[in-house]
């Protein structure tokens, strides 16, 4: 066994169970506040495009904005 430096290990995308407790609403809008403040973007005009809608229309906008980011499963 070996240990290596953490910097060293590869970087893996975000993977999101959107039919496990981290796929509700609630989860999902904090998520997208959070990544909207680390890339320097409106979170609350986000958010407030996420909620105008049904669930259907929250994941489609979570995925206009962060789509590069994460994979979701259904």
């Known amino acids: 066994m ?8 590869p970087e893996r995308p975000t993977e ?3 039919t496990g ?6 989860f999902l809008c904090g998520i ?4 909207a403040r680390q890339l320097d973007l409106d979170g609350d005009k986000i958010v407030g495009e996420m909620i105008k809608g049904d669930y259907e229309n929250l994941v489609e906008v979570f995925i206009k ?3 590069d980011y994460v994979t979701l499963y259904r």
Do not use: Y
């Open 2 to 9: 070996t240990i290596v430096s953490k910097q060293l290990m």
């Open 65 to 67: 904005h962060f789509g």
């Open 21 to 26: 407790p981290d796929g509700n609403a609630f």
């Open 16 to 18: 999101i169970d959107l």
């Open 32 to 35: 997208a506040g959070k990544w």
